[in-house]
Nanobody
Framework: QVQLVESGGGLVQAGGSLRLSCAAS????????MAWYRQGPGKQRELVASTTNGGDTNYADSVKGRFTISRDNAKKVVYLQMSGLKPEDTAVYFCNADIYRSGDWRPNNYWGQGTQVTVSS
């Protein structure tokens, strides 16, 4: 059983900052790519940022220069530091990871339950 649990969401004023965390637990052998997605009201889920096991990162154009993704492989945690928040960043933020469980020969993809981020103007 593998779980991804997000935390750190909340209500913040425009221009403010939040840090999201996502902790993976369970019978995990290796975590490959980890990512943050978001789904705003009436919108499709979109990729916000991703990071490989080696630390390479990728960002959506809309968050470049404002958001930073990082990970602690020993703790099995991925973070999303968000600054310069805008009302359009309001969304449910989801953690996503490709994980090899003990005995797996290829990774399975897992989602967290999501955490709400609301940015007021």
């Amino acid at each position: 059983q593998v779980q991804l649990v997000e935390s750190g969401g909340g209500l913040v004023q425009a221009g403010g900052s939040l840090r999201l965390s996502c902790a993976a637990s369970g019978s995990i052998r290796v975590i490959d790519a980890m990512a943050w997605y978001r789904q705003g009201p009436g919108k499709q889920r979109e990729l916000v940022a991703s990071t490989t096991n080696g630390g390479d990162t990728n960002y959506a154009d809309s968050v470049k220069g404002r958001f930073t993704i990082s990970r602690d492989n020993a703790k099995k945690v991925v973070y999303l530091q968000m600054s310069g928040l805008k009302p359009e960043d309001t969304a449910v933020y989801f953690c996503n990871a490709d994980i090899y469980r003990s005995g797996d020969w290829r990774p399975n993809n897992y989602w967290g339950q999501g955490t709400q981020v609301t940015v007021s103007s």
